[in-house]
T-cell receptor
Framework: AQTVTQSQPEMSVQEAETVTLSCTYDTSESDYYLFWYKQPPSRQMILVIRQEAYKQQNATENRFSVNFQKAAKSFSLKISDSQLGDAAMYFCAYREIGGDSSYKLIFGSGTRLLVRP | NAGVMQNPRHLVRRRGQEARLRCSPMKGHSHVYWYRQLPEEGLKFMVYLQKENIIDESGMPKERFSAEFPKEGPSILRIQQVVRGDSAAYFC?????????????FGPGTRLLVL
């Protein structure tokens, strides 16, 4: 079964600095999608960025970028120029492909990001 | 275009009562996923439905939980005879098609508290 591991329960970053959140996953599949979701205090799940496994190029969305290492099964999120509004729980998620798959998301346990003013 | 709607946002039940959670997907979306988030944990998949069909219920507890997505109306997650361990946030997500590339859009969640 696929698993997603976030080994950092909490991270702290100074406003305007850069922070990297770690995520590793375990799968025997060769094609899949990976996601980072943000959950602010409102608890709404907000899609931050997604990566297709067959694409070599790392995805970027404004201040958010990923470092996708397929062989190492690693998918870290880098937040540049951190802002107070970035403070939230961040969840890494894996989505499987193919066959009778329901394309459900498998989530890690989350990393709480604190932003210091 | 309205997003995914869930109601109620907060629900309080006493042990043994029934809880009914509703999810209205985004317009044009016919696929719904339900996830549960226990306190201080990530979201866990429960069930995947298309209109009038349950496709994957591998994450649903075997007893007391059921889900439906009728031809007309919202998707319903029903929990019978609730227990304190059912206290959690329940999220639904919708997508327009069944496909790996399709993004799941999440609703705001329903916070269930069982007294």
């Amino acid at each position: 079964a696929q698993t997603v591991t976030q080994s950092q329960p909490e991270m702290s970053v100074q406003e305007a600095e850069t922070v990297t959140l770690s995520c590793t996953y375990d799968t025997s599949e060769s094609d899949y999608y990976l996601f980072w979701y943000k959950q602010p205090p409102s608890r709404q799940m907000i899609l931050v960025i997604r990566q297709e496994a067959y694409k070599q190029q790392n995805a970027t969305e404004n201040r958010f970028s990923v470092n996708f290492q397929k062989a190492a099964k690693s998918f870290s999120l880098k937040i540049s120029d951190s802002q107070l509004g970035d403070a939230a729980m961040y969840f890494c998620a894996y989505r499987e492909i193919g066959g009778d798959s329901s394309y459900k998301l498998i989530f890690g346990s989350g990393t709480r990001l604190l932003v210091r003013p | 275009n309205a997003g995914v709607m869930q109601n109620p946002r907060h629900l309080v039940r006493r042990r043994g009562q029934e809880a009914r959670l509703r999810c209205s997907p985004m317009k044009g979306h016919s696929h719904v996923y339900w996830y549960r988030q226990l306190p201080e944990e990530g979201l866990k998949f429960m069930v995947y439905l298309q209109k009038e069909n349950i496709i994957d219920e591998s994450g649903m507890p075997k007893e007391r939980f059921s889900a439906e997505f009728p031809k007309e109306g919202p998707s319903i997650l029903r929990i019978q005879q609730v227990v304190r361990g059912d206290s959690a946030a329940y999220f639904c997500a919708s997508s327009p098609y069944r496909g790996l590339q399709e993004t799941q859009y999440f609703g705001p969640g329903t916070r269930l508290l069982v007294l």
